[in-house]
């Protein structure tokens, strides 16, 4: 079956980091696009970062440009997100998500979570 599984959250000090991993199985994941969501309490689930099947595009929010990069390794079925000059306001679970098009019809996928908390 399908699965995607986030790690590598936990607590951190603001202007620290963190690399967060999203391993897929259950798909062939080199077809789909992937994508970093991320949702605090309270509030609604904003886009992050997305990069395309082949890994040669990415986008980021503009709260995260300069600060976080998204990648992939097709090869190891894992997307990645490094996230740099951490702040408390990217504290929120974080999802990863594959999504492929055909035509007008969507699949996704999405990862369970994992928590990040940046704090003194």
């Known amino acids: 079956q399908v699965q995607l599984v986030e790690s590598g959250g936990g607590l951190v000090q603001p202007g620290g980091s963190l690399r967060l991993s999203c391993a897929a199985s259950g798909f062939t994941f080199s077809n789909y696009a992937m994508s970093w969501y991320r949702q605090a309490p309270g509030k609604e689930r904003e886009l992050v970062a997305t990069?395309?099947?082949?890994?040669?595009?990415?986008n980021y929010a503009d709260s995260v440009k300069g600060r976080f990069t998204i990648s992939r390794d097709n090869a190891k079925n894992t997307v990645y997100l490094q996230m740099n000059s951490l702040k408390p306001e990217d504290t929120a679970v974080y999802y990863c998500?594959?999504?492929?098009?055909?035509?007008?019809?969507?699949?996704?996928?999405w990862g369970q979570g994992t928590q990040v908390t940046v704090s003194s």
């Open positions: 998500k594959a999504v492929k098009s055909i035509l007008a019809v969507s699949y996704d996928y």
């Open positions: 990069i395309s099947s082949g890994g040669s595009s990415t």
